[in-house]
């Protein structure tokens, strides 16, 4: 890898995995972690809590240049997210959360406003960044591109049971259309839509272990590490 500080992209659509294996990925190497979409729902619920439209284009662009925002995990290493001093991880989870974040993240002024924010995640020794449109537009030079993907089914079946053991009841027929209207937004939006970067190694994790996913991203990197 070349001195910059390295970065590897993972990207995908919503359940496909990529944020556990971010996650482990970040864990595994010591690098620092980058989970993109957070910002995005951020923005939806400070839009909420300062009655701000989710279609106000130059107004939520000025909420999310002040985006007061940490990151830190608790005693269990669980990742916990602030918001304005108030934590809010819980809430961020949720699949009206992320209705929000996928109406927010149409829009171009937005994504231009947390472009500085997001790539200011890029420290020593490496940033594992997931999201959209990581290998895309916020580092086009990421040192591995990955684009995880799995099937609709699959991916609806796991986000259940994320939000289930989270002790969030939701159907898992309301959560497939759900799951739908996003990729379906995501995908067809014509800002920086959800699309593989030319130079992505594309895994489909539909009926794989977290363990065998994980082990295919960490062989890339060692690779890559030569
Ligand atoms: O990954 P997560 O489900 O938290 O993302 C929530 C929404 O934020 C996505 O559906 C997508 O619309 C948006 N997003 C985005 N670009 C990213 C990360 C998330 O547009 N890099």
Not at 117 to 126: E, N, T
Not at 200 to 218: F, H, P, Y
């Amino acid at each position: 890898m070349s001195k910059v500080v390295p970065v590897i992209a993972i990207d995908g659509p919503s359940g496909s995995g990529k944020g556990t294996i971010a996650h482990r990925v970040a864990a595994s190497l010591g690098w620092h972690l980058l989970d993109s979409g957070a910002l995005y729902r951020l923005l939806a619920l400070a839009a909420g809590r300062h009655g701000i439209a989710l279609d106000d284009a130059a107004e939520l662009a000025e909420l999310a240049a002040r985006l007061d925002v940490r990151f830190d995990s608790d005693a269990n290493g669980g990742d916990r997210v602030w918001l304005d001093g108030e934590p809010v991880s819980g809430e961020l989870r949720t699949e009206e959360a992320g209705k929000g974040a996928s109406t927010v993240a149409a829009l171009q002024p937005v994504r231009d406003a947390l472009l500085g924010l997001q790539r200011g995640f890029r420290k020593p020794p490496g940033l594992v960044a997931d999201g959209r449109d990581m290998g895309t537009h916020v580092f086009p030079d990421a040192a591995l591109k990955v684009f995880l993907t799995a099937s609709a089914g699959e991916r609806a079946r796991r986000r259940h049971k994320q939000l289930n053991d989270k002790g969030i009841d939701v159907s898992l027929a309301a959560l497939s259309r759900d799951i739908e209207d996003r990729d379906r937004r995501d995908s067809e939006r014509s800002v920086a839509p959800l699309r593989p970067a030319e130079d992505a190694r594309i895994l489909d994790s539909s009926g794989k272990s977290i363990e065998a996913v994980l082990n295919t991203v960490l062989n890339w990197v060692k690779e890559l590490q030569g």
